[in-house]
T-cell receptor, first 115, second 112 residues
């Protein structure tokens, strides 16, 4: 069974640009969550999508947005990039998104560098 | 405020030297505690889920335990391939929606 895939694996952008990251969940998984990982803050929750609807959201500015398609694939967009947005962006999928009973499986991440 | 704290931040052990990693949490209503392993440049890899105090899970040289306030990841006779960052996460409910809150991890290095 294929795992979670993320594209691209690496990105270099400049301040002010926007970027779109893609995530394909494990087959059959309907929940996709996005996380930002930095050395100082660790893994921080961005948002979760289930059946094309954003169901949960972390404490990030509106420049961070996402969407989910009918095949459960998800995209994350960051507009007006700032230097502080440089991070590893991780996507995780699960069957239901109920973290109390369901395991999240992570992709390899997209390394974003903002210059 | 819900918090997850892992200690130590970094740990260096000789091959075969057993030790424990700690994850303490202050959350209102723990729904589940998860351990993940992360290698450099990769996404976290799932290890264990624990749901109630007193529960234990084992996998090869790793054993995870849970009390009402903390969890331990015990590593017995580690090998160099056990070197990684170990992350702890707790499941909390956010206005009826659930999410994982992660600790900052323990970076484990096993010296041959």
């Amino acid at each position: 069974k294929a795992g979670v895939t993320q594209t691209p694996r690496y990105l270099i952008k400049t301040r002010g640009q926007q970027v779109t990251l893609s995530c394909s969940p494990i087959s059959g998984h309907r929940s996709v969550s996005w996380y930002q990982q930095t050395p100082g803050q660790g893994l921080q929750f961005l948002f979760e999508y289930f059946s094309e609807t954003q169901r949960n959201k972390g404490n990030f500015p509106g420049r961070f947005s996402g969407r989910q398609f009918s095949n459960s694939r998800s995209e994350m967009n960051v507009s007006t990039l700032e230097l502080g947005d440089s991070a590893l962006y991780l996507c995780a999928s699960s069957l239901t998104g109920h973290t109390g009973t369901d395991t999240q499986y992570f992709g390899p991440g997209t390394r974003l560098t903002v210059l | 405020e819900d918090q997850v704290t892992q200690s130590p931040e970094a740990l260096r052990l000789q091959e075969g030297e057993s030790s424990s990693l700690n994850c303490s949490y202050t959350v209102s209503g723990l729904r589940g505690l998860f351990w993940y392993r992360q290698d450099p440049g990769k996404g976290p890899e799932f290890l264990f889920t624990l749901y109630s105090a007193g529960e234990e899970k084992e996998k090869e040289r790793l054993k995870a335990t849970l009390t009402k306030k903390e969890s331990f990841l015990h590593i017995t006779a580690p090998k160099p391939e056990d070197s990684a960052t170990y992350l702890c996460a707790v499941s909390i409910s956010n206005f009826g929606n659930e999410k994982l809150t992660f600790g900052t991890g323990t970076r484990l290095t096993i010296i041959p």
